[in-house]
């Protein structure tokens, strides 16, 4: 998203269910990774232990193999294939993350705090926000607790047009974790399980 709420060029909507919730995200696929997996038959990577030994590595530069802690070389023995390179005593992280979630969005009937934090699931790695289809009443308490989490609200119930009760806190910087990689893997399994037009010709 940007500063005026709007979606950023090439952002696709998919309704996807994620972190027990079913959820309407925003997403920017990487089209260069998505067809870089599909050459080499990359499938989603859904090892949280194995992604976060391959976060300690920088993409596409060489790390001697010595460097690493036994550890670290043993999570990456576990890594499928076209996710790393190794040769010369060194090993390139190839894989990243498939897409970036920019929004997600979860519906409700009714203005409550289970609502918020349903949305709140998706906060530690995306703008989150509550879309209400059911009567107003509550919802003026709702956004006002949804304002303190930053987490945005949008009521649709009799409207032509939604009203945005409160912007999502979009100036927020997320810290690249193992957890939101795996998140952006399993959205992106889910996609790919959805629609195998979504893969980009090799």
């Excluded at 005026?4 to 997403?27: H, I, K």
């Excluded at 993409?59 to 010595?66: F, I, K």
């Excluded at 690249?176 to 889910?190: D, I, K, N, S």
Aim: charged content about 25%.
């Amino acid at each position: 998203m940007v500063a005026d709420g709007s979606l950023l060029p090439g952002t696709t909507v998919a309704e996807v269910q994620a972190r027990g919730v079913q959820a309407v995200l925003a997403v920017r696929l990487n089209t260069a990774e998505m067809r870089r997996r599909a050459r080499q038959g990359v499938a989603p990577l859904l090892n949280m232990p194995v992604l976060d030994a391959l976060m300690q590595l920088p993409a596409d530069l060489p790390v001697p193999v010595e460097s690493l802690t036994e550890r670290e070389r043993m999570r990456l023995r576990c890594c499928p294939q076209g996710s790393v390179e190794q040769r010369d005593g060194h090993i390139v992280r190839r894989l990243v993350a498939p897409l970036e979630v920019d929004l997600a969005v979860t519906r409700t009937r009714k203005p409550s705090a289970a609502a918020l934090r349903r949305a709140g699931r998706f906060g530690p790695y995306t703008v989150s926000a509550v879309w209400l289809d059911g009567p107003a009443t509550g919802s003026e308490l709702m956004a006002i607790e949804a304002g303190v989490y930053g987490l945005g609200v949008v009521r649709a119930a009799d409207r032509e047009v939604p009203e945005l009760m409160v912007a999502p806190r979009s100036s927020r910087r997320f810290v690249p974790t193992a957890a939101g990689w795996l998140f952006a893997e399993q959205v992106y399994a889910q996609l790919l399980d959805a629609s195998r037009d979504l893969l980009p010709t090799p």
